[in-house]
């Protein structure tokens, strides 16, 4: 194999034209459509030499390499075993603390509203829209049974399910075995805290034994795979009832999956968008009292705004991967789809911690969020924040200032798509070269990206994370407020937000109404929310700020219209739109 030397310029001109000299006739003909070749990959500047030089290389030393880490490793898809060693840390040193620091502080949990005097309500569906306290109650005090909910909260998913499409497999056997521990474990005295009897249902990405992990895909839809997720076992740890595995669009991309597509429950002739479809409109309509859903790129914020849910997309390495389905492991994160503020801050609690197989997770000391006193916060607010959350938390003291957040890096969109793209194709690399993304539910999705993934050269992946180093640095640098308020949706922010790990939780700030209704007689309603930002490891800050918004206000509180429509309005026909593409630029 030819080798490029440091020679002089004469040396250097000589041994290529040995080595153009020593090429067959076959090598040279090879050399036209690699250089045309490389033109994709933008290195045009090689000569005829140094491109045949390379072909050579490539054939002898690369390609053998390739074909035998991939038999190591990639044998199967989905990202569950080998996770790469190269592991994202999102804490910024001037504000967070390490594992070593907070270890001995870890076990402190957050403390539990009270619900005192709730009485349980006549009718199943005020059962079915009362929050995780407020059942933890109920539960407490003998009102009601785990058993008895988990009953409500099934009837209503059977009930409504035609119309959401938000459910891919019942866990009903599981559920009423789990409900009948969770009673005989109260009736003995044992109460494990406030998820203790409350049914939930979990992103069908996340393994549980014995039912089917469908990744929302066709390909894999009778998939079982025997592993217990991690946050699965802290759930079931928490007392909590698996009752259902809700929809993920198909390999967790948008809301699109090989039973139809989900829809939104303040609107049905929308769709949910976001891989955590099933979690946001199963929590919107009271089918379950709160999901676990992820998100890699806007898979939480997108679908809890459509379905105006409260939500929080945890800091990156907040709760535990293992058992889940990988796209990117530097970008994936769980969090809770919620009724409110207060039910995510307990559910996140229940849920968060080091996972001993995910490289990537902590144990991340947060304050009790029901303890901060947010008159001592400063809280910016962007351009298109909705005012009226600023303005409620001015009247409650806090300290609200406009504010910008700068950074000079103009490709973040870019970073994204390299980043999660690449990453997913070395989770799905099988399943490209095998032709199974031809069978794929939407070819303007994965199996588009996943094409041009291919095409992204090594050193312009790791070109793109110093860049994303970059581009978090600058926003360390600009972030001098304690939390700010912005649009939850809008996709710069949310790429920006995924690339550096922030949390931030989407609350409901509202409703407007639809546009172009079928009729003035239906009481179909657009969400409006907004979304509160905290730098990584400071989820208590913002989970602080949208308690105290929700304390006066009922927006999170409103049921959508799904148990009447109106007169003039039915269930439409499915929707052939495609789904945008994920953009490149702004």
């Known amino acids: 194999m030819a080798t490029q ?125 009362m929050n995780v306290f407020e059942l933890g109650h109920l539960l407490k005090t003998k009102q009601t049974t785990s058993q008895e909910l988990t009953e409500i909260f099934l009837r209503r998913m059977k009930k409504y399910d035609h119309v959401l499409e938000a459910v891919i497999s019942y866990t009903e056997e599981l559920a009423f075995k789990q409900a009948k521990r969770a009673d005989d474990l109260l009736n003995q005295g044992v109460y494990l805290g406030p998820l203790h009897g409350i049914p939930y249902g979990l992103k069908d990405t996340i393994s549980v034994p014995q039912y089917k992990t469908t990744w929302g895909s066709k390909t894999v839809q009778n998939q079982v795979i025997d592993m217990e997720a991690w946050v699965y076992k802290r759930l079931k740890a928490a007392g909590a009832v698996l009752i259902a595995k809700l929809v993920t669009g198909s390999l967790a991309y948008d809301d699109i999956w090989f039973g139809g597509r989900t829809r939104n429950p303040w609107n049905i002739e929308e769709f949910s968008t976001g891989s955590s479809s099933g979690p946001a409109a199963s929590t919107s309509a009271g089918l379950v009292p709160f999901a676990i859903g992820s998100e890699t790129a806007g898979s939480m914020t997108y679908p809890s705004a459509r379905c105006g849910v409260t939500a929080i997309r945890p800091t990156f390495g907040m709760v535990g991967r293992t058992g889940v389905m990988s796209l990117s492991e ?186 172009n209704p079928p009729s003035g007689n239906i009481r179909r309603r657009t969400t409006i929310t907004t979304g509160i930002y905290a730098p990584p490891q400071h989820d208590h800050v913002a989970l602080a700020l949208a308690i105290a918004y929700q304390s006066v206000t009922d927006h999170h509180k409103q049921r959508p219209p799904i148990d009447d429509l109106g007169p003039d309005d039915s269930i439409p026909n499915h929707s052939k739109a495609n789904y945008p593409p994920r953009r490149w630029h702004p």
């Not at 907070?102 to 009718?123: E, I």
């Not at 069978?439 to 090594?458: F, G, K, N, T």
């Open 330 to 515: 530097s970008l994936d994160k769980l969090g809770p789809f919620c009724r409110s503020a207060t039910d995510c801050a307990l559910v996140l609690d229940a849920i968060r911690g080091k996972d001993p197989d995910d490289l990537s997770s902590k144990n991340i000391n947060l304050e009790d969020p029901f303890s901060i006193d947010i008159t001592k916060l400063t809280v910016g607010y962007l351009e298109d924040a909705e005012m009226e959350v600023v303005n409620v938390l001015a009247s409650k003291g806090v300290n609200v200032i406009p504010f910008k957040l700068d950074y000079t890096v103009d490709s973040v969109q870019g970073i994204l798509n390299f980043t999660m793209d690449v990453d997913t194709l070395s989770h799905f690399d099988s399943w490209q070269r095998t032709g199974q993304d031809d069978s794929y539910e939407a070819q303007d999705q994965w199996p588009l990206e996943l094409r041009r993934a291919r095409m992204v050269p090594a050193v312009d992946y790791l070109q793109a994370q110093r860049a994303r180093g970059k581009l978090i640095r600058e926003v360390c640098e600009s972030f001098a407020v304690d939390a700010f308020i912005g649009n939850a949706t809008d996709w710069e922010r949310v790429c920006m937000g995924n690339l550096v790990g922030m949390p931030v939780i989407v609350v409901p700030t509202g409703f407007k109404s639809t546009k």
């Open 5 to 129: 030397t440091r020679d002089s310029g004469g040396e250097f001109n000589e041994k290529n034209e040995k080595i153009k000299e020593s090429a067959t006739e076959e090598e040279v003909k090879e050399v036209s459509p690699l250089k045309n070749a490389l033109k994709y990959f933008d290195a045009e500047f090689f000569s005829d030499e140094k491109v045949l030089e390379m072909g050579k290389g490539a054939k002898d030393f690369n390609v053998p390499i390739y074909r035998a880490n991939r038999k190591l490793v990639a044998s199967e898809d989905g990202g569950l075993h080998d996770p790469s060693v190269l592991v994202f840390n999102p804490e910024w040193s001037s504000r967070s603390s390490s594992d070593a620091k907070t270890s001995k502080n870890f076990n402190k949990r957050f403390s539990c509203p009270t619900a005192s005097g709730v009485q349980k309500p006549n009718l199943d569906e005020d059962v079915a829209f």
